[in-house]
């Protein structure tokens, strides 16, 4: 299937709107980038100097400045069975290993591709791709208002805030017999973020093992069903 939707995208050609959206994304995650360590930083910072020019070694990781659909188009041809390279590990393969790594005396071993598997991968022939295999729709999550609800603080008042104690009382908004819910505005971080927590009490959840199992199975189909919807979410 990785080689059908790389297909897909081939034939769909470089997308303006996705390079902008992904732009506009890359760019919110950059205006409000939170401070790294100095150490990290420094790492960080020689590691991309190997790809960007000094001038724009601190923001060459996420600003995108030009749309070039030539070179995406490249790119793209490359993304085929015979430039790829794959990892496999599994206890199968013990015993039929050829070297050894120098650094970590690590048994490995590296041969290419069968002809049978080239075949089979090979799907730029193929005169139709499976029909649920689509460039993704646009994403209407992309925050473009970033004005704050928290006030402007002086300096003074920060500090104070920052060396109080945590247990600040939040506001409760609604209670009933089912539910109950609470808003706390936070003013000293002034970040257009919010944090969602939900909590759910079900005695019975847990009232069995056979309980306790099921729940757990909920909770993992409902963020696999969920998964489609909160990706665009995760993606700003």
Known sequence: RVY???EVVRRAGPQAWIWEETSQTRAIRFRFKEKTPPVTATTSAARVLQAYPPEVVLTGGYLDRKF?????A???DCMRAPNSFTRIIAPEHEGAT???CRWYGTPYAVGPYSAEQLAAWDVGAASELPAELALPPRNELIATDFSLQAPELDAETVASLAAAPPGVTPVLLAATERE?????LDPRFRRPRTSLRCVIHIPAAYATPRSAALAQLFTLILDEVSNEYTYMANLT
Request: proline fraction near 5%; glycine fraction near 0%.
């Open 180 to 184: 109950t819910v609470w808003w706390h």
């Open 74 to 76: 490249e790119i793209l």
């Open 4 to 6: 059908e939707y790389v």
């Open 68 to 72: 070039r659909p030539d070179a995406i």
């Open 98 to 100: 050829t070297d050894t």
